[in-house]
């Protein structure tokens, strides 16, 4: 499955955070989306999703206008952006199983608890977790559900160098997967090491 945009475009109040843009991530492919702070990566990642609407141009899935309500595309586009969303009143690990279950997912939900290092609050509410903690349970999120578009904003964002190595061979695997990604980050190591090709705001 691939991600695209055509000719996208989006403003606040008549002021445009971005115009023209066409770019495609096709199926092993990353793009990065790089900028600077406030030149508009996460709206644009917002927009990929279907969490805002462009003012002009379309997204594309698999070629066809994103539809965001879509039982397909919801199987298919796994996402983790700056407002993610957790059930607050069941465990790390509960959380996960849950998400694994409802995408009918075989993967082995403690595995990727141990690779994201949460095992030592696996058994904790997501409320009462760190913003970093929070942050790996997003990504966690991600990788227990079935995808084939992987849409991210800064994943590299609160980890430590052996984190960021970790998300690093992560998104390579994922790459050889055959998954299509998209990304925003400030990370210039992991920029080089896992996009084919940039999109500068």
């Known amino acids: 499955m691939s991600l695209a945009v055509r000719d996208a475009g989006f403003g606040y109040g008549g002021v445009p955070v971005f115009a023209g ?28 999703v ?35 969303d957790y059930f607050p009143d069941v465990s790390v690990v509960e959380h996960l199983r849950l998400l694994a279950w409802l995408h009918s ?36 999120s991600c990788f227990v559900r079935p995808r084939s578009v992987l849409v991210l904003d800064e994943p590299e964002q609160r980890l430590d160098v052996a984190g960021r190595a970790w998300l690093r061979d992560r998104l390579l695997a994922e790459k050889a997967a055959g998954v299509a990604i998209v990304f925003a980050s400030h990370d210039a190591r992991l920029v080089e090491a896992v996009a084919c090709r940039t999109v500068t705001l």
Do not use: I, Y
């Open 105 to 140: 997912s075989s993967v082995d939900v403690s595995v990727v608890v141990d690779e994201l290092g949460l095992s030592a609050v696996a058994d904790q509410l997501p409320p009462t977790l760190s913003s970093g903690q929070r942050h790996r349970l997003g990504l966690a």
């Open 50 to 84: 279907g969490a805002e609407v462009l003012d002009s141009g379309s997204v594309l899935f698999d070629g066809a206008v994103l539809d965001e309500s879509s039982a397909s595309v919801r199987a298919r586009l796994a996402s983790l952006l700056d407002d993610a």
């Open 21 to 48: 843009l066409t770019f495609e991530a096709a199926p092993g492919e990353a793009v990065a989306v790089v900028g600077a702070n406030g030149s508009g990566k996460s709206t644009l990642l917002r927009c990929l």
